[in-house]
């Protein structure tokens, strides 16, 4: 079984920084892909970046040059610095990690909240 656990959320005011952890866990044998995901209230699930284990990244346009993903691969582990936070990135942010085992899955973490005062 895997784990995938978030943590690092919480409160900031407008144009602050937080930075949210992710640290998939238990029988793994690869990670192809890590990724965040944001779901507002009343809104759909959104991709917010992704990293995959050769490090390339992609994001969302609404967060280039204000968020940053890195990963340590030893330590299963995906990191997202929001930098410049704007109140439009109150969600609940998610992560999810494709695990390559037999067969591949994909996992999600609980969530954790982050909330951008004005």
């Known amino acids: 079984q895997v784990q995938v656990v978030e943590s690092g959320g919480g409160l900031a005011q407008a144009g602050g920084s937080l930075r949210l952890s992710c640290a998939a866990s238990?029988?793994?044998?690869?990670?192809?892909?890590m990724g965040w995901y944001r779901q507002a209230p009343g809104k759909q699930r959104e991709l917010v970046a992704t990293i995959t284990n050769g490090g390339s990244a992609d994001y969302v346009d609404s967060v280039k040059g204000r968020f940053t993903i890195s990963r340590d691969g030893a330590k299963n582990t995906v990191y997202l610095q929001m930098n410049s936070l704007k109140p439009e990135d109150t969600a609940v942010y998610y992560c999810n990690a494709v695990v390559r085992n037999w067969p591949t899955r994909v996992y999600w973490g609980q969530g954790t909240q982050v909330t951008v005062s004005s």
């Open positions: 238990g029988i793994i044998r690869s990670i192809d892909v």
